[in-house]
Nanobody, 114 residues
Framework: QVQLVESGGDLVQPGGSLRLSCTAS????????MAWYRQAPGNERELVAK???????DYVDSVKGRFTISRDNAKNAVYLQMNNLKPDDTGVYYC????????WGQGTQVTVSS
């Protein structure tokens, strides 16, 4: 069955960096657009970035220039490099097939605070 496991979240100070990882099993990510989402406290889950099968990225305006999404089809993994983190980036981060609302993992907590 499809399984997505996110990792790499942590408590970090404003301006810091984190690299999130997402390992997929049960399917090959090579056939899919993949995406990272986040859910801040009290808010709905929102799209942060997505990457096409060919590796073309797209970002929401609030993270452009700070976040980089990448994929390694051989490892069946997707990554999110986050730089210059801000308190508004705080939330639980999830990866999934873009557009899918099934098979959500547990996510990884990112907290940006001084």
């Amino acid at each position: 069955q499809v399984q997505l496991v996110e990792s790499g979240g942590d408590l970090v100070q404003p301006g810091g960096s984190l690299r999130l990882s997402c390992t997929a099993s049960g399917f090959s990510i090579s056939i899919a657009y993949m995406a990272w989402y986040r859910q801040a406290p009290g808010n709905e889950r929102e799209l942060v970035a997505k990457i096409s099968r060919g590796g073309d990225p797209d970002y929401v305006d609030s993270v452009k220039g700070r976040f980089t999404i990448s994929r390694d089809n051989a490892k069946n993994a997707v990554y999110l490099q986050m730089n210059n983190l801000k308190p508004d980036d705080t939330g639980v981060y999830y990866c999934n097939i873009w557009g899918s609302d099934a098979n959500w993992g547990q996510g990884t907590q990112v907290t940006v605070s001084s």
